[in-house]
Every structure is written in C-alpha cells, then in structure tokens.
C-alpha cells in the first residue's frame, strides 16, 4: 500500500478508537444517563414496563417446564428450582449445593417453512416438541403409578419476538420479524396451549376445542398419560437473563443482580426502577398499582432517540451513517448498528472497501462488493482467533481473488484485522459507557461530570457486587469483547465517583437464561399478579 494509503489507513482506524478513553467514555456515560432519565419519563417507545413487578427471592421452589422460542432455534426442557441451597463441607471448605437442576433438554431448529407457514402450523410444531420432552421424561414410569409430575405443569416461556403484555400469564403476539412471516395479533397462551392440546389423553375444554384431535395421539404419549399445562409466564429474552442469574445470585452475599444485558445479533438492556421515574401512561396496566414499587423495564436502549450523546460526541463514523442509511429500518435502531453482531462485520466491510477503492492497485474481489458479505462470526472465530496465514487461506477462500493469489497479501489481511479490531473494541467500550450510564439512571452508582477521581476500594469493607446478567453470542464469543468491556466498565465506576468506592460492577454471564428465567419467572406467580 502507497505510503498516502498507509497514512490514510491510520487515520480511519483511528476514527473508531478516538473516543476510547477514559475522558469520552465518562463524558458519554454522563450523556446516556441524562438521555435515558429523560426518556423513561417522556418516552413511549422506550422503558418500557413489563409485568414484573417483584424479583427472585432465591427461595423460590418447583419443577417447570420451559421453552424459549429464539429467531432460529426453539430450546424446550425441565427446570427445578430448588430454593435456598443446603450447605455442607467439601474438603474443609463450606459449599452451597445447586440450586438449579436441569433435565431432559432438547434443541430443534425453527425450519424455514414453519417460519413462513400458518401460524398454526408452528405453533403444533412447538406442542409437539414439548410433548416429545415430556413423553421422554415420562417414558417408563407403569400405568399404574402416579405421574411424576402430577395432573398439571407450570408453563414457562421466553419468546424472543415483539409482543403486547398486561399480565405475566397472558401476551398478544405482534409481527414477528427476523425471517417469520406472522403478522396478525394473536394469543400466544392459546396458540401453545392448542399446539399442545391433542397430545393430552382425555380431551379437556380447557386446552382443546375439538375432542376428535386427542384421537390423534401417538401411542407412545398415550401410554406416558402426558400432564396438562398451564401458563404462568411469558416473557421476553432480556428479562428472563435478569431473572435467570437474580435467582442464583440471592445466595451470594453482598451481591445482587442489578441489570439484565443482551449483545447478540442485537443488543437490549432491562432493569428494575421506581414507578415514580416513568411517564405517568405506562403505569396505568399494573396491577395492584397501589403496592407496586419498583417494576423490570424493558429499555429498549437501541431505538431511534438513544445515540444522541453519540452524536453531540462526534463518534458516528461516516461508515455509521452509510450502514444505518442503507439498512432495513434507517434511523430505527442506530445504537445497535453501532454495537451489536448482525452490523459489525458490514461496518468491517464498508471500511475497508473504502480504503481499497483509494489504492490504485487494488482490485477488490467480487464477492466482498456484496452487502453483509463479511459476516460477524467470520470476524470472531476467523480473523479475531487465527494466525495470519491461516486468516489469508480463509480470505481466498471465501473471497478469492479475481486473478488467484494477488489479493490478499500480509499488508491488506493485516488492514483488514486492524480495521475488525478497531470496531470490536469500540463496541465493547460503547456498551460498557451504556451500561454505566443506566446504572447511574437508576441511581446503583454516581457518576460525577465535573470531578473525576483516583481512589482505591477501601479495604475495611467488602465492596457490594453489582452484577450485570448477560447472554449473547456477540458478548460472549467474539475475542477480548466481554475482557474490555468489563475493563471500561471498572474505569468509569472507578473514575466516576467517590461514592463509588464501595461497590463493583461485575458482569456475569447467565447461562441457558432463557430456558432458567421462564422457570423462575413461573416460580414467582404468587408474587405478581
């Protein structure tokens, strides 16, 4: 690359890790609490309330069953909760047993004709599945004894799609999107509860209209007397993260789950706040407003509104602006165009498809001129993980050259990873600056704009954990993403205030939230109404 290239080279990364440092990230921190106290008071697509209303004490007890229907996969599976763990010795050492037990899970992927069918058609496709888990779980047990489980088993699902809800128990679907061509409100309760209706032995009106469908029932359910199951809860994939890891970190001393993260294909945030911080509107569904204090919001921290501190900062990129331009929804979503799996790698792509329409030499294969050619994933488990050879193997592969072997040499595969890496740690930093700004939202940390202070975590007291509950595949597999974000999360809590000296905010990640928070959520029926 000519040596004006090679300066210009430098100058673009740079455009994506000026703001990384202490001063911006803090200065940004301060910006996104302002913008998210104001939006939760004034905004009805923002903070959104959802209907729980209460949190996981740890003691909750029982066997769920649970499902997590995702944009690809759905999971179906058995949950027990076990309540405050016993305790013993191991080793000398004191141990708290699990408090959560796992069984009988199974994976299926959501096929393509099912997302483009009759909506009843995926929903029988979803009973089925629970009835295989339940019949694999029941297989063995003789006709003549009790059912393990009893006459009925509590629901609980997490359902990764936009959805209007007034209730835990009850939610009317709205189109779906991501590649689902539902488009008609519908109740989810009734749609599962008829999915799995004709797997039931005797016909009952609660769970099926048409008695003739039991007749329908494989031999194998038959003989394995399936329970009923009743809904009680569904919620979205955001909150059953939060609800997930709250339920496990209550045995933890000086420790508690504070916020619920999401950095996958997209990105979310839920956390809990005072009714008194919300637009008046958004109170009106609770019920028992009068006892309420605090309710799990659904923040909604990408929608249009939300990257105004990113660009009174100036740390919107031209490229920013040509991906959000030319995506599906412009303007919708563009904090997580900035940040999240499904845009990084195009940013990637955009960039160096710029510098290389600037060298004269270059001629770039045909197949990265595609939009969203460079894919996320690429960038994690290829160009982010190998040595140099092998990431040039796998750029001819997968992009080769239009004369073979002439493209992709040591100086533009290094463009090429500097350029990923530049987008990856400014992501991490961006989520880590949101993250502290709705901690300080909700008033968990302080964040002081006109002093910035060095201090130590006094060593008369054990500073209070502050956990932050995250899932993704953004988050947890693309190299050094979580490694600096939690790095910029301990310098702004750190640089943020005095009054920070006695807490730390830690991410911690929430295995299987989806499938554990359904559950937990099931668990808390008598607690929220």
């Not at 009805?44 to 997590?68: M, N, W, Y």
């Not at 006892?291 to 920013?320: Q, Y």
């Amino acid at each position: 690359m000519a040596t004006d290239n090679a300066e210009e080279a430098i100058r673009t990364i740079a455009a994506f890790t000026n703001c990384v440092n202490e001063s911006t990230l803090l200065d940004l921190a301060v910006r996104f609490s302002e913008v998210y106290k104001n939006l939760a008071k004034t905004s009805l697509e923002h903070f959104l309330v959802t209907p729980v209303t209460a949190l996981p004490t740890g003691r909750e007890k029982g066997k769920f069953i649970s499902i997590d229907v995702g944009g690809s996969n759905l999971r179906v599976g058995f949950v027990e909760l076990m309540g405050e763990p016993e305790r013993g010795l191991q080793n000398g050492i004191e141990k708290s047993y699990e408090k959560i037990k796992r069984s009988f899970d199974k994976t299926w992927p959501i096929g393509e004709h099912l997302k483009m069918d009759k909506a009843e058609d995926l929903f029988t496709w979803i009973g089925d599945c629970i009835a295989e888990v339940m019949t694999d779980a029941l297989e063995g047990t003789p006709a003549s004894v009790e059912p393990p489980f009893g006459d009925e088993l509590l629901l609980g699902i997490t359902f990764s799609f936009p959805m209007a809800q007034k209730t835990l128990s009850e939610a009317t679907l709205l189109p779906m999107g991501k590649g689902f061509a539902i488009t008609s409100d519908l109740d989810l309760g009734k749609m599962l509860r008829t999915g799995y209706a004709r797997h039931l032995v005797e016909s009952s009106t609660n769970f099926a209209n048409n008695p003739t469908e039991n007749q329908s029932l494989s031999k194998k359910g038959r003989s394995c007397r399936l329970p009923n199951i009743r809904i009680a809860a569904i919620t979205n994939d955001t909150v059953a993260t939060f609800a997930s890891l709250s339920y496990a970190v209550r045995a933890v001393p000086n420790s508690r789950v504070a916020m619920g993260l999401i950095v996958g294909t997209g990105t979310n945030a839920t956390i809990p706040m005072p009714l008194s911080e919300l637009h008046a509107t958004k109170k009106k569904d609770l019920a028992n407003l009068e006892v309420v204090e605090i309710v799990v919001i659904n923040t909604e921290w990408t929608i249009r509104g939300t990257d105004k501190p990113l660009i009174d900062l100036g740390i919107k990129t031209l490229w920013d602006k040509a991906l959000d331009a030319n995506s599906e929804a412009p303007g919708f979503q563009p904090f997580e165009y900035m940040t999240s799996g499904r845009y990084l790698g195009e940013i990637v792509r955009l960039v160096f498809t710029d510098l290389m329409s600037k060298d004269p030499v270059a001629r770039l294969p045909v197949l990265l001129e595609a939009k969203n050619a460079l894919q996320t994933k690429f960038l994690s488990e290829v160009v982010a993980r190998a040595d140099d050879d092998t990431v040039t193997v796998e750029l001819e592969r997968k992009f080769p050259s239009r004369e073979k072997g002439t493209f992709w040499n040591p100086v533009r595969v290094k463009l090429l990873r500097g350029i990923a890496h530049a987008v990856q740690q400014r992501s991490s930093a961006l989520i880590a600056a949101a993250c502290v700004g709705l901690l300080d939202c909700v008033n968990d940390i302080r964040i002081d704009s006109a002093t910035q202070n060095d201090h130590a975590t006094s060593g008369n007291n054990e500073p209070e954990e502050l956990v932050i509950a995250y899932t993704g595949s953004t988050i947890s597999h693309y190299p050094d993403w979580l490694e600096t974000c939690q790095r910029w999360i301990d310098v702004l809590v750190a640089k943020g205030s005095i009054a920070n000296t006695s807490k730390r905010v830690i991410l911690r990640e929430s295995l299987d939230g989806g499938i554990i928070g359904a559950a937990v959520l099931a668990g808390m029926t008598d607690k929220i109404a």
